[in-house]
């Protein structure tokens, strides 16, 4: 394995100077607060001129045309990491553009985006659109053969976020206390929060980038004192705050608001039915069908939303916190009672 003291002359073993796109984002702006809470970093987000979201308190910021690779090179000169968080309505070659804007620009790593579900789950990446595009993305290599290592963060849909899409996301209509369990309701999958997202990365970038040496590279590289950065080089961290169904999500939101099932109104429906309708909709141009085929594809049972026991977590090797599932609901609630619209990020 290679050791810091393989690298060039000059060389620090540390991240020290990170870019992020989409710093102000759904899953960015938690990146950004959690990165510069360590101390150990410079953060700086890159971003459009007709850019409206606020940026966290204690960043840089410059101004970019995705359009123009040189004011993409020069603003990412002198980073150590390119962290991408694109909305899904990014055009499809804003990565690649990114990408090779990093490597003309000498930065070393990249965070692709991906921050949901397992896209390299083949199943899942070829039913919905763009993971597939996400898959090759990583597996053709794009990255390494531009010059940079990559590292992704797989974590499933993002709680709070998903309880408030509405019906078409986890099933929930709050508003008129209804409910669609897909299928029976208890295939379970990995869902993580939005802020555990933040913690992960931040305690990834927080690691050294190689061993030290030759005989500490030989020594375990999973346990906690020899753990670096390079032990998910062009890989996948898998994280997750929850294993969960449906009934568990219900049963919580009962907990914290001290609704009845006599309050609600439940219904079934098949998940591959579901994903079906989902595509129908989409395919006549209404882009909520999107929302609810991936939503119901990956509540298939055994059908990849559950990477956990595929591949298990990394959660206690970054040390990342045991979340309270009742906190998160309760989380929601406060953002169900204060109009949160998820469209604008804005409640």
């Given amino acids: 394995m290679t050791s810091a003291k393989d690298q060039p002359a000059g060389f620090t073993n540390q991240i020290q100077h990170v870019a992020i796109i989409g710093a102000g984002g759904s899953v960015g702006k938690y990146i950004a607060e959690a990165l510069l809470q360590t101390g150990k970093h410079t953060v700086t987000a890159v971003t459009r001129a007709e850019g409206t979201n606020p940026l966290p308190a204690g960043m840089r910021s410059v101004t970019v045309d995705y359009d123009e690779e040189d004011s993409l090179v020069n603003a990412l000169k002198g980073q150590d990491c390119l962290i991408i968080t694109l909305a899904v309505t990014a055009p499809r070659d804003t990565q690649t553009k990114l990408v090779v804007a990093a490597a003309k620009a000498g930065v070393k790593w990249v965070m692709p985006n991906i921050w949901g579900c397992d896209v390299l789950h083949t199943g899942l990446a070829q039913d919905i659109p763009g993971w597939n595009e996400s898959r090759k993305f990583l597996a ?11 590292v992704g963060l797989v974590c499933g849909f993002w709680y709070e976020h998903s309880l408030l899409l509405g019906p078409d996301g986890f099933g929930f209509d709050f508003a008129r206390k209804k409910l669609v369990y897909f299928d029976d309701g208890t295939t379970r999958i990995n869902i993580s929060t939005q802020a555990q997202c933040g913690r992960a990365v931040a305690a990834l970038l927080s690691l050294k980038v190689f061993p030290e040496d030759a005989s500490s590279s030989s020594s375990s590289s999973s346990s906690s004192s020899s753990l670096t950065l390079s032990h998910w080089r062009n890989k996948t961290v898998y994280i997750s705050s929850f294993l969960l169904n449906q009934q568990d999500m219900f049963a919580s939101w009962k907990r914290v608001t001290g609704d009845s099932d006599a309050d609600w109104s439940v219904e079934h429906e098949s998940s591959s039915e579901r994903y079906e309708r ?13 929302v609810r085929a991936m939503y119901s594809r990956v509540f298939y049972p055994n059908g990849g939303g559950d990477f956990e026991t595929l591949h298990g977590v990394d959660n206690a090797l970054l040390g990342l916190p045991v ?7 309760r989380n929601a609630k406060a953002m169900v009672d204060r109009g949160y619209n998820y469209r604008t990020n804005r409640n």
Avoid: C, H, I, S
């Fill in 323 to 329: 979340e309270d599932l009742d906190e998160q609901t």
């Fill in 278 to 290: 989902g595509f129908a909709l989409l395919r006549a141009g209404n882009p909520a069908g999107l």
């Fill in 140 to 150: 053709d290599g794009m990255v390494e053969k531009a010059g940079l290592a990559w």
